[in-house]
Structures are given as C-alpha cells and as structure tokens.
C-alpha cells in the first residue's frame, strides 16, 4: 500500500475488497471502451493503414529522426552548460553581501522568470535584428533558453543554499573564515551536493525547451518531425512518435532524478 | 507616431484579453482534470491508478509544443477539428492536470501518518477523517505550489502564439514585424507579464498566510 493510501484509508475488509474488484472490472470495461472508441476513429480516417506508419521502417528516415534527437540533446547539453554556471554566479551574486551585486542579480532572476521563453525567443529573433545584432539560428535558440533557464537556476542554487543549516556557517566563521571563505569551502559544496537531483530535473525543462527550435527554424527533433510529416502527409503519425521520443528521453532523465534523490534521502554509511 | 503607438498598444491590449482567457479557462480545467487524476492515482482500484500513473508520466515528459502541434495539426487528421482557441486551451489544460495532480498528492503527503491515525482512533470514519482532518491540513500546503503553476500556465499560454494564437507574444511579435516597432511590443508586453507573475505571487502570499494555522 502506497504513502496516501495508508494516510487516507483503512486496511481493506472482505467488503470493501468486493468493491475495489467490482470497479477494477467496471474501469476495465470503461478504459477498453475508450480505447476501442480511439482506434475506431484513427481507422475510419485511414490514419492506422501501412502508408501512414512504413515510413518509419526506413533507415534514412530513422536516421533523420535520431540526428533530430541528437540535435536536441547538443542544444540541450549546451545551454545547460551556459546556464548552470551562470545561474550559479547569479545566486552568488544575490546571496552577496554587497548591494551592487545583490540588486542587479535580483532583477535579473525576477525579469527572466517573469518574462515566458517565446518572448524572450522573438526579442532575438526580430527584436535584436532591428538593433543590427544578429546571431547564427543555433544561439538564437540556445542563448534565450539559457537566459531564461539561469534564473530559474539561481532560484534553485539559492534555496539549496539558504536550506543549509545555519550552523555550517556559524562554525566556519568561528574557525576564523571570511564570508567568501565559508561559502567557498564550506556551504557550497554541501549544497551543490544535496542540489544534484534538482539540477537534472531542470535538465527536463531545457529539453522541453528546446521544442522552440520549432519557432527559429532550427532543426531539432521537433521541427525535423513537423519537416517529415508534411512532407509523407502523415502528419499526425510523425508528431506521435516524436512526442514518444520526448516521453523516453524525458521519463530516463526524470527516473534519474527520481533515483539520485532516493540514494540521497537514505543515510549515510 | 502616436498613432501607431496606440496601434500598437491596442493589439497587445486585445493579445492581453486572450492571453487571460486562456489561462483562466485552462487552469480551471486542469484543476478539475488534476483532482480527477490524483483520484484515479489515490485510489485502491488497479486500472485506473495505472492510468493515473501513465498519464501523469507521459504529460510531464512531453514537452507542451509538442503537445500544441500535435493537437492542432494532428487531431484533425482524425476528424477531431474545433476552433483554434478551445483546441489550444484543451492542450494546455491536459497538461497542466498532470502537474496540479503531482501537487495534490505532494500535499496529501505533507499530513503526517499520525494524523489519520488519531482520527481513527477517536472512531472518525474513513469519510470523516478525510474531511475533517486530512483535506484541511493537505490544501493549506498545496497553496503555494498551485500558485506556482499557475503562473507556470500563465507563461505557457504564449507558446500558444506559436501555432497562430494572436496572444500577448503573438501580438508582441506581430507589432515589430508591422509597425517596425520592436521596442513599445517587447517592453509593453514584458511589463505585462511582470505585472502578471508578481501579483499572482503576492496574492498567493497573502492567501497562504491568511489560512494559515497558528501554532
């Protein structure tokens, strides 16, 4: 029995047993009517008949699509290494002592978070442009998605570091350690450490992200899916398995999370 | 000048009025949708926490402009056609449930075991403890991680300029590529969505503080 269950029911008697299979077979029936009713309405429009899913049997086709993931992973991999340090710098800077550090980074992380990815995406796109700053499609994908993902970063860096316990710093300063000496040796590096399954979660939303590929015409999984579909007219079967291909990318990197954040929550041996 | 500036405004006024539309009608949907999976996904019957579970893990994982075009471009091929609008806020209350369902069990969570325990100790029914003394502890946890994706939401529905949704971004973009006036667009709709984000935060704030227990 899982958590809630334990938290919101009794143990099961004979009687309720009886019920719980009662609907077990009703939800059955339900979902494979639902089911049926899905594939009913993909075969009357012919979107279940060989021409519409064969493309995927061919090797250049499948290649394309796997360069797409590829492309996705790179974009992915490189605005997480932009980001990652610079939302780090960002929540140093906010957790400074100094008010020239800490204001700027406030309205820094304040600004990114509040301003949506598209927005940002079309300042570089036709915003920048009229300013006579124009860069290469790849950074016009990668830079917005990093900007935007440092704040969100900095916001985590600083949680994990305002979690610590307060008496790793006040025992620093009490060996004689200067604030920069403190964070740098002691409260770091037991954040970042407690920081690890959060930053691979975020790993998630830079690959989500990366679906605006799609807005600047950069041609990462999904804009190689839209590119396919239109041209076999299996539009639908094509954003099906790209969406697939997400769900498996996204699921291991979330079950990684999930994982790293078990190992954590275990003590220590 | 003015004249376009008030073009120009007038557009974004009319992408704002969409854009609230939006995420009213999709957080509405997914708070429903979510209640109904993290049902699904508490209770004792097989299939339908399987569902729960399926339908939580796919929608978290698939990214939310996936989601759009595929259901846009995709769910007319299988003579499933509504009008642009409905279409977009369906997608995004789909995927927003699944997020509003994680919530709602994270908060069931945070009520500690020997809650439900005492309850049922003083002869509280499975019903009465749940009422009475689970939900109103749960839901005073859930405030703040609502609000949050409820500002998540309201940033998500600009993507829906994307696939053609004359929104605040689509309106932002369409007034730099009109009136050749990237700087009114982009701050104007900036300062909106600001506005947006901070006052719902503030609100939540407040509302988290105002149903607070004293202890």
């Known amino acids: ?269 | 000048m003015p004249r376009e500036l008030t073009a120009t405004l007038g557009g974004l006024g009319h992408g704002l009025l969409l854009t609230l539309a939006m995420t009213a009608l999709a957080f509405m949907g997914a708070v429903l949708l979510g209640v109904l999976l993290a049902v699904c996904r508490i209770s004792p019957v097989p299939p339908l926490r399987a569902l729960g579970t399926a339908y939580v893990t796919v929608f978290r994982n698939v990214p939310l402009l996936v989601l759009l075009v595929l259901f846009v471009f995709g769910l007319p091929d299988v003579g499933l056609l509504f009008s642009l609008f409905l279409t977009v806020t369906l997608t995004m209350a789909l995927y927003w449930a699944a997020f509003v369902c994680e919530v709602l069990r994270a908060g069931i969570r945070t009520v500690p075991l020997g809650q439900a325990e005492a309850a049922r100790a003083l002869g509280l029914t499975a019903g009465q403890s749940i009422r009475y003394v689970i939900l109103p502890q749960a839901l005073r946890s859930m405030v703040q991680p609502l609000a949050n994706v409820f500002i998540g939401l309201a940033l998500s529905t600009s993507l829906a300029a994307a696939v053609g949704v004359a929104e605040l971004t689509g309106q932002a973009e369409f007034a730099t590529l009109k009136y050749d006036d990237p700087l009114t667009g982009f701050a104007a709709t900036t300062v909106v969505y600001l506005l947006m984000t901070l006052s719902i935060g503030l609100l939540a704030g407040r509302i988290e503080r105002r149903v607070a227990i004293r202890r």
């Open chain 1, 1 to 269: 029995m899982s958590e809630e269950s334990r938290l919101l029911f009794d143990v099961p008697g004979p009687r309720a047993r009886r019920r719980t299979w009662i609907a077990t077979v009703c939800s059955l029936v339900l979902l494979a009517g639902a089911l049926a009713l899905m594939v009913r309405q993909f075969a009357l429009h012919s979107e279940l008949s060989a021409s519409q899913w064969s493309v995927f049997a061919q090797w250049p086709i499948l290649r394309f699509l796997l360069t797409g993931i590829e492309q996705t992973l790179l974009v992915t991999g490189v605005a997480a290494a932009i980001a990652f340090p610079l939302g780090a710098v960002v929540a140093l800077a906010r957790l400074s002592r100094g008010r020239w550090a800490r204001w700027p980074a406030r309205l820094y992380s304040e600004l990114f978070r509040a301003v949506p990815l598209l927005l940002l995406l079309y300042v570089f796109l036709f915003g920048l442009p009229r300013a006579g700053v124009t860069f290469p499609v790849f950074w016009q994908l990668v830079l917005p998605v990093s900007l935007s993902n440092a704040a969100v970063v900095a916001e985590i860096f600083r949680a994990g570091v305002l979690a610590q316990d307060r008496g790793q710093a006040e025992a620093a300063y009490s060996l004689g350690m200067t604030y920069g000496q403190a964070m740098r040796w002691v409260v770091v590096p037991q954040a970042v450490r407690k920081l690890v399954p959060a930053l691979v979660s975020q790993l998630v939303r830079l690959l989500k992200d990366s679906t605006l590929g799609y807005v600047v015409s950069y041609l990462e999984l999904l804009h190689k899916a839209q590119v396919l579909g239109e041209y076999y007219h299996n539009v639908l079967p094509t954003y099906l398995v790209a969406a697939a291909c997400y769900v498996l990318v996204n699921g291991l990197l979330s079950r990684t999370a999930g994982w790293l954040e078990h190992r954590q929550s275990r003590p220590r041996g």
